[in-house]
């Protein structure tokens, strides 16, 4: 789903992703609702909704968050630049999938 092309606007656009976060272990969130917060960091993603938590994986200070989002994202138009925008995100181990949600 995504916004028509109207001059001046903002496109937003929706995709699902599986990405792993490291989320320091002094987190006063949830461990999915702080994954979900540092992948909203970069500018092109608007909104991280988590669907489920895939993995966890505990380390000595921090514990790696593998989450299932619904991304709701402004200006990135193809899974490239919404990998790479996750990728930027602090924290950020690994971007397993990306997939429009039309």
Request: net charge negative; glycine share 2%.
């Amino acid at each position: 789903m995504s916004t028509p092309d109207v001059p001046g606007m903002t496109r937003t656009r929706h995709w699902r992703a599986d990405v792993a976060v490291r989320v320091p272990c002094e987190s006063e969130r949830t461990l999915a609702d702080a994954a979900a917060r540092r992948i909203e960091t970069p500018a092109e993603v608007e909104t991280a909704e988590v669907q489920t938590v895939v993995g966890l994986k505990p380390t000595l200070s921090a514990t790696i968050v593998t989450i299932r989002v619904e991304l709701r994202t402004v200006d990135a138009y193809c899974e490239r630049t919404v990998e790479s925008a996750l990728q930027d995100a602090p924290g950020a181990e690994q971007v397993q999938s990306v997939t429009p949600d039309e």
